[in-house]
């Protein structure tokens, strides 16, 4: 809004002068006849002659509705699973799988007190067809086609964990572990998620991934793993889920958490990689996307 002045002037000026002492108005006080009421409270107006100064010309300053407007997060009341699949031209990258492992120093093998463990060493070697190493994946062929990759020491012990095992950061050394260790106590209630069971038991035994039947009890130095049932999501379907973190001593519950540390890809990893190759080569150029079919890999 512009104000303009012209001349000097004199203006009137009211003032409403309080001639109450009390602390607040209306305040209650005692009345005449003792009864406590409401006593007014006087006031006066004086009439002064003050002097006020020409106002200067201040232009409008003009805003756009657009700058007035706070900065919206239209994401910010969207699902939580939304939060990250949200990508822009300058988000922040993080070391990707593929790059840490030009780096990385081989991770650690199996503990010694495992690999020197009498009772399991006996019971593997009186039924060594219950613990078959079987992996869909050509070792010697993956090592091959290795040979150009930077860090030779991780390629090495991958291959070797391929084929004897692989079990890193486990700390078993002073856990007194029972000669047996049963978890099997996850039972299925539902007919449908039973029969599934089942079924699934025999496409992982004919995959050689479960071992064939070798008695009603476990054998010393084995543990029990326990498995479930859960919906795919989206779907009507079933999936198995093998447990490595439920019951006493269960493996996962021998790794401590604070030494894992493998930086795996996600999708919003998959979108920084997307805008990054589009920033460098451009939008004209086409890129392919593909994806491992990686279900017979565990």
Known sequence: MQVEGTQSQESQIGVAVE???AEEANAERPAGGGMR???????????LRMSARNA???PTQVRSASSRMPSINHWAHQPCYVQDL???NNVLIHT?????TESTLPLPSP????LSNLVALQTIQENSHLFKTVTPIDVDHLEHLLIPHPNRPLVLWMCHGFQEGFWPW???EGVVCPLVVDNSFHL???ESHINFTHEQHDVEVALECFSPAFGPELLPGMTSIPIGVVPKPHSDKLCLVVDQSSGDYSPNSLIPCELVAVPLDSLHDLGVSLINAHLIHGRDIALVVFKSDMSQAY
């Open 19 to 21: 001639e109450s002492q």
């Open 37 to 47: 009421d409401s006593a007014p409270t006087w006031s006066q107006i004086v009439t």
């Open 56 to 58: 200067e010309v201040t």
């Open 86 to 88: 949200v990508w822009t």
């Open 96 to 100: 990707m799988l593929v790059a840490w």
């Open 111 to 114: 503990p010694v007190n495992e």
């Open 170 to 172: 486990t700390i078993t």
């Open 188 to 190: 299925l209630s539902e």
